[in-house]
């Protein structure tokens, strides 16, 4: 997503799992996940050259993505239901609040990266996200630094398919900032 809703065009899509994540075998570590995403970004930087590069990331893909886009150039960031994990363990250990930003890894810390990111991005949020509340991806959104627009769609944190205006609106965005990424 987003490139299997379109015609093939010139370029590469690269996915990257780091070890235990999605179907990938291996034991997951949250202090390695974020600068998995630095590594796997640097080896598509010094393989593209000077091709415009956009990350993408969904759910706990959207740490990833945004800590990149906070430490490196990229072109566009896409990001899918932001789910900004030290807000999430904020809110669950309210009295630990200032520990639950302590403990998680760096790259966790969504609101420290959209601070930090300057790329122009496209934050998609699902208005009946019960994984992290629209309120919640509201505030990385508000932080967020560079140049951003929100679409909200209707539907939950996991729902792949969207409800058919979603869906013609998103490809419609996604069709402008590709057709601006990638050379005649």
Partial sequence: DP??????????VWIANPPGFGETSGRPSPADYCDDALR???????????APIWVQGQSLGT????????????????????????????RVFAPLEGLARICLPIGF???????????????????????????????????????KRQLWVDCGHEDHVLP???????????SERLASLVPE
């Fill in 3 to 12: 490139v299997n809703r379109f015609d093939p065009f010139p370029g590469e």
């Fill in 109 to 147: 810390d969504a609101l420290r990266s959209a601070e930090r990111a300057r790329a122009d991005a496209l934050f998609v949020t699902s208005r009946h996200d019960r994984v992290a509340p629209p309120a919640l991806q509201g505030k990385v959104f508000e932080r967020y630094a560079g140049t």
């Fill in 164 to 174: 058919d205006s979603d869906e013609m609106r998103y490809r419609a965005v996604v």
């Fill in 40 to 50: 796997v970004f640097d080896a598509l930087r010094e393989r593209a050259g000077n």
């Fill in 63 to 90: 740490l990833a993505a945004l800590h990149v886009a906070a430490n490196r150039e990229i072109d566009w960031l896409l990001l899918r239901n932001v789910t900004p994990a030290a807000l999430l363990a904020a």
